[in-house]
Nanobody, 128 residues
């Protein structure tokens, strides 16, 4: 069993930055993909970014590419999301999740059972 706890959300001005963290406990992330989804009010949960815990391969949604960077700390079992150049459209609850590596992870947004572990979410609000 894996417990995931997100942190780092908050209120920022447009153009600002935040760094989210997701701490895993219970067992290592090794062998899985780990990443981020977000859900804005009235919208579907959408894929943001993922990293393969084994080799560090990353993937991100086009809407955040060039602004958000996903990274990991293997020793501490922590997942990060560095968010720069934030806009009000980035306002959402951000969730970390653990799922299958190398394919299929992005589908966890609409099919959450594809990712067996989810955090509770952290609110990111960007003001204009």
């Amino acid at each position: 069993q894996v417990q995931l706890v997100e942190s780092g959300g908050g209120l920022v001005q447009a153009g600002g930055s935040l760094r989210l963290a997701c701490v895993g406990s219970g067992r290592t992330f090794a062998g899985y993909a780990v990443g981020w989804f977000r859900q804005a009010p009235g919208k579907e949960r959408e894929f943001v970014a993922t990293i393969d815990w084994t080799d560090g391969t990353t993937s991100s949604a086009g809407s955040v590419k060039g602004r958000f960077t996903i990274s990991r700390d293997n020793a501490k079992n922590i997942l990060y999301l560095q968010m720069n150049s934030l806009t009000p459209e980035d306002t959402a609850v951000y969730y970390c999740a653990v799922g299958p590596r190398l394919g299929g992870f992005a589908q966890c947004g609409l099919s959450p059972k594809r990712c067996p572990y989810w955090g509770q979410g952290t609110q990111v609000t960007v003001s204009s």
